[in-house]
């Protein structure tokens, strides 16, 4: 990519009691990430001692860290991270070690090509399926769901590597709180005539346990949203 070396990705991390994986998700952006980029994190109001690890170790390496008073959730956090984003590109990177930096390449490539405004890595596009099946089953029907309403072709609509030009992520607003925000921000992309494209990435799911913060609640507002931005 060296003919787009003055370009810059902004990455947004939207964090919340993420003490244990913080630190090492920074680390491997910085490590794996592109060679131009600035690294957004937005600790949505913490509680667990993340804030703690944000100041002592992270500031350093990050461009800025944003602090929520209010715990708002993860569509909130990204509202935030996206509005501080100055690079040409935008991605979202969750705090978990689920998702490959590495992978960053090839998801934004395209849009700093000017071949595409819109790019979401896929989970399940050529690549056995992971993760709990119930899950697994819940995102299928979601994704097929929204592709009906949206019409357009994706195999992974919930994804967290959702990449976009600026000018097309600070032009939405994004009214919603939680995970609503993955259904909400593909309907409102379609609203504007704009092709989502996938590539194939790599993924490590993790449990509940170990810290996987979304539920059959979500799954249920998905469904909301999917007819509230599409109609």
Not at 57 to 64: A, G, T, Y
Not at 94 to 102: G, R
Not at 123 to 143: D, E, H, I, P, V
Not at 208 to 229: L, M, N, P, S, W
């Amino acid at each position: 990519m060296s003919e787009n070396k003055t370009q810059v990705l902004s990455v947004v991390i939207p964090c919340y009691n993420e003490k244990d994986n913080i630190l090492n998700i920074v680390e491997k952006v910085r490590e794996k990430g592109m060679p131009n980029q600035e690294i957004i994190v937005v600790d949505d109001c913490s509680t667990d001692g993340t804030r703690d690890i944000l100041e002592s170790r992270i500031r350093p390496l990050v461009s800025q860290i944003i602090y929520h008073e209010q715990n708002g959730g993860k569509g909130a956090a990204l509202k935030t991270g996206f509005a501080a984003a100055t690079g040409d590109v935008v991605i979202v990177q969750d705090a978990d070690m689920e998702y490959d930096p590495s992978d960053y390449e090839k998801v934004v490539t395209p849009i700093f090509e000017g071949k595409a405004k819109v790019m979401y890595g896929s989970r399940f596009l050529r690549s056995k399926a992971k993760g709990y099946l119930a899950n697994r089953l819940a995102n299928k029907f979601l994704t097929m769901l929204s592709n009906f309403f949206t019409r357009q072709h994706l195999t992974d609509m919930e994804t967290c590597y959702k990449a976009f030009r600026r000018d097309v992520i600070q032009s939405i607003d994004i009214e919603e709180k939680r995970f609503g925000f993955e259904p909400e921000i593909t309907a409102k992309v379609t609203k504007q005539r704009i092709k989502i494209h996938e590539v194939p990435i790599s993924y490590a799911p993790r449990s509940t346990e170990e810290g996987k913060k979304i539920g059959f609640k979500d799954g249920v507002r998905a469904i909301i949203c999917i007819f509230k931005y599409s109609l």
